[in-house]
């Protein structure tokens, strides 16, 4: 209460002495002690705090010198012994020494009756309000005993419910023993079916032929099973881990079909173009048929999305008669999933390797381990170690899983990896792994691939009849062109299926059975067109300036933007730029500097303003060197205010001499730049020797630059940029 009144106070109180303070956290303790009931007579003054005038009451006796003596005697005693018997109740190891020392310690009986209601649990305040201002002694011991009788039938009330649900508890764990005795009868009785079981896994056990030491540490698994109850759940665990013994192919083996010209003809059936590729895959399996003990490469099949790895991969299954199984290990940060859990482990599980071989049935199919440039590592261990152990073929020969804990030999395994990008991977795995690289197609294989490939399987699965699914050139090239932008033929074949699920259900709904796909048909079969045109951008300002970019997902076009600022503002770099791709603007900028007279810039400009160069699209991973002339470009545009070409993108490394030096993914970059509908690019003369991985269509139809000096390079691109003389 923040302001008691008189009104808030009772009549009766006690006057005491403070005999302690504590003060504490945000609280304070007052330790009072009693000495006098008094009756309040007048506040004083409520000033500051509270003063009263009082009288002293006479102190209450036990002695009265009546014919109630008696019962006061009687009561007196009640009480003591009832109080005691509580203090017990509430503890029934030191009840009495607590008595002792709380109420037994006290001289003046009236004393020890208002101290066992300070200390006897749960008497509401009122009521000891009640019991100091009573003025007859008689009254004061029959309240407290009421009081103390009610408190005491309340706890033996508490407990006997207790009891009760103790007693309910005994009864269930009593009915558990007896139903676990029950069991063990049953079974010395021979009436579990404990026995068959494990007969049937035995018999399991023994078909699936198991090495030497596998087979005896086998058996002690066994004599192990054959003691633990059925029910137990242990029995479960050891159970599903021999059946997992039973089920591994230890020596099922597929026989190889190693004709080359059987595999040539499987591969060139399932996949168009790829020639070199192909060629490789056919070395590794010519290797195989001259000494079948050798140890099979390992493939590291490496592209940008939908061009082909996993199908490349079971086509390859299918050329030597093997089987297939594929598991993907992008985002595997676990050490664990490739290797198993200890069998200790709650719910543990062999590793992915393991369980792609049981799958297999055999003991030598070609394992495909998709996206391992996305495995991941923490502190659960680092999943690439163990990969690596995983394609040693010194150590493989006896691969341990954590959860098999037995050698399982993986030497006869025909490994195929796959990945976007060869980076991230650890240089020593990479090392260890043959690397086929597969680029992206061009419109002309797309459209190839589509007809031989895509058309067929996806009029199949929509259910069309021949001659009812027929795309003409066109159509199919417009497909390409404004509905997919892609390296692969993934997007493409989603499209083409698309197409023909439309197509069934018109062809059910119209009645009609014969009709050719053409352009004007697409909008109605696709919506409007995804990419609106074929060309990059028109009409670009000063300071815009086209790069060739490589990325995982193949080539891409991507504009370089520059600004003047503010002399202030110095250098800004905005699009999330990677370090190098930072520095090599800033090296850019000072090669433009220097070379201000011949590039027919005026220096001053660039001394007096900031710079501020930005890169849109933000899903094209923006670092490397390769972007040195497109940045060098857009900055010499700026400062001219001449604009750059349209109708060119560009690609190279540049020092801050002035020289541009080569770089990769030119066959992704220039055929990006093709699809874009860029007919003419500027690459470093170090590459020349690429452009011969060109399909021929693509590299007769691009007109290129090649340059060694920045200069040739900006002269063509800002073609403004030299005064006319
Ligand atoms: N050269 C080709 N000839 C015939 N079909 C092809 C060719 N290249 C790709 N395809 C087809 O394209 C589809 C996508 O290929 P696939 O799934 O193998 O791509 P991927 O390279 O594994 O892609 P990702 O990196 O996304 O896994 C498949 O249906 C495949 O058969
Ligand atoms: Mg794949």
Redesign the pocket.
Same mark, same amino acid.
């Given at each position: 209460m923040d302001e008691p009144g008189r009104e808030d106070l009772h009549d009766i109180g006690t006057i005491c002495k403070i005999t302690r303070v504590e003060h504490g956290e945000g609280s304070s303790h007052v330790i009072l002690q009693g000495l006098v009931r008094v009756r309040l007579r007048d506040l004083v003054s409520d000033k500051e705090y509270m003063i009263a005038a009082y009288e002293e009451l006479e102190a209450l006796s036990i002695k009265v010198d009546d014919d109630t003596q008696a019962r006061i005697d009687v009561l007196l005693e009640e009480i003591l012994d009832l109080a005691k018997r509580l203090s017990n109740m509430v503890d029934n190891e030191n009840g009495d020494k607590i008595f002792d020392q709380f109420i037994g310690s006290i001289d003046n009986p009236i004393t020890k009756i208002y101290r066992i209601a300070h200390v006897a649990p749960e008497i509401e305040l009122a009521d000891l309000q009640k019991m100091l201002a009573i003025e007859s002694t008689q009254e004061l011991l029959e309240l407290m005993l009421a009081k103390l009788s009610h408190q005491s039938s309340i706890i033996q009330l508490r407990q006997e419910i207790a009891d009760q649900t103790r007693e309910d508890l005994d009864q269930q764990q009593r009915e558990h023993v007896l139903r676990q005795q029950k069991r063990a009868i049953e079974q010395a009785l021979g009436e579990e079916d404990g026995d068959e079981d494990i007969a049937e896994i035995k018999d399991q056990l023994r078909q699936a032929n198991l090495p030497e030491i596998a087979q005896k540490e086998i058996d002690r698994e066994l004599k192990r099973l054959a003691r633990m109850s059925p029910n137990a759940a242990d029995y479960q665990v050891a159970r599903s881990y021999l059946e997992l013994v039973a089920e591994l192919p230890w020596n099922v083996v597929t026989e190889d079909t190693l004709d080359l010209e059987h595999a040539q003809s499987v591969l060139d059936e399932?996949?168009?173009?790829?020639d070199d590729i192909k060629e490789r895959i056919l070395e590794s399996l010519a290797v195989l048929q001259l000494n079948p003990d050798a140890r099979a490469s390992i493939l590291c099949l490496v592209?940008p999305?939908?061009?082909?790895?996993?199908? =490349?991969g079971q086509s390859i299954a299918r050329a030597m008669g093997r089987k297939f199984e594929r598991m993907s290990l992008g985002g595997l940060h676990d050490e664990a999933e490739l290797r198993g859990h200890r069998r200790t482990y709650i719910g543990a599980m062999p590793g992915r390797i393991l369980q792609g071989v049981r799958r297999a049935g055999v003991r030598n199919p070609v394992l495909m381990l998709?996206e391992i440039d996305k495995l991941g590592h923490d502190f659960r261990g680092d999943p690439s170690a163990a990969l690596m152990e995983i394609l040693d073929p010194a150590q493989n020969k006896e691969f341990r899983d954590n959860y098999l804990n037995l050698a399982f030999d993986l030497s006869k395994v025909f490994f195929i990896t796959?990945a976007?990008t060869l980076e991230g991977i650890p240089r020593a795995l990479v090392d260890r792994m043959e690397v086929l690289e597969?680029t992206g197609y061009s419109e002309l294989e797309k459209a190839e691939?589509a007809r031989r490939? =895509?058309i067929p399987r996806q009029k199949d699965n929509a259910g069309l009849k021949d001659g009812s699914f027929d795309i003409v050139d066109d159509a199919l090239r417009r497909i390409i062109r404004r509905y997919t932008r892609e390296a692969?033929?993934?997007e493409l074949?989603r499209t083409l299926g698309r197409i023909a699920r439309k197509r069934a259900r018109q062809l059910l709904q119209e009645n009609r059975d014969q009709d050719q796909i053409h352009e004007e048909d697409l909008n109605d079969l696709l919506g409007p067109e995804k990419f609106k045109s074929d060309k990059g951008r028109e009409n670009l300002t000063a300071g815009v300036a086209p790069g060739l970019a490589w990325t995982e997902s193949g080539g891409d076009v991507l504009y370089v933007e520059a600004s003047l600022t503010h002399k202030d503002d110095k250098v800004t770099i905005t699009g999330h730029l990677g370090q190098v791709m930072q520095e090599s603007i800033k090296a850019a900028r000072s090669y433009i500097w220097a070379s201000a007279e011949e590039l027919h810039i005026d220096r001053k400009l660039i001394e007096d303003s900031g710079i501020h160069v930005h890169v849109p699209a933000g899903a094209v991973p923006k670092d490397g060197p390769s972007a040195g002339i497109t940045m060098a470009t857009a900055l010499a545009s700026a400062y001219s205010n001449k604009h750059v070409r349209d109708d060119i993108a560009m690609t190279g490394e540049l020092t801050l001499s002035g020289l541009v030096l080569p770089v990769g993914g030119i066959r992704e970059k220039v055929l990006a730049a093709h699809r874009t509908g860029i007919r003419h690019v500027i690459l470093p003369k170090e590459n020349e020797a690429e452009l011969f991985k060109l399909p021929d269509l693509v590299r007769e139809e691009m007109e290129v630059t090649l340059v060694d000096r920045f200069e040739d390079a900006v002269k063509v691109a800002i073609p403004d940029l030299e005064p006319e003389s």
């Open positions: 399932d996949h168009y173009g790829l592209g999305p939908g061009v082909g790895k996993t199908s =490349l998709d796959t976007n597969l691939i490939y =895509l692969g033929v993934r074949e």
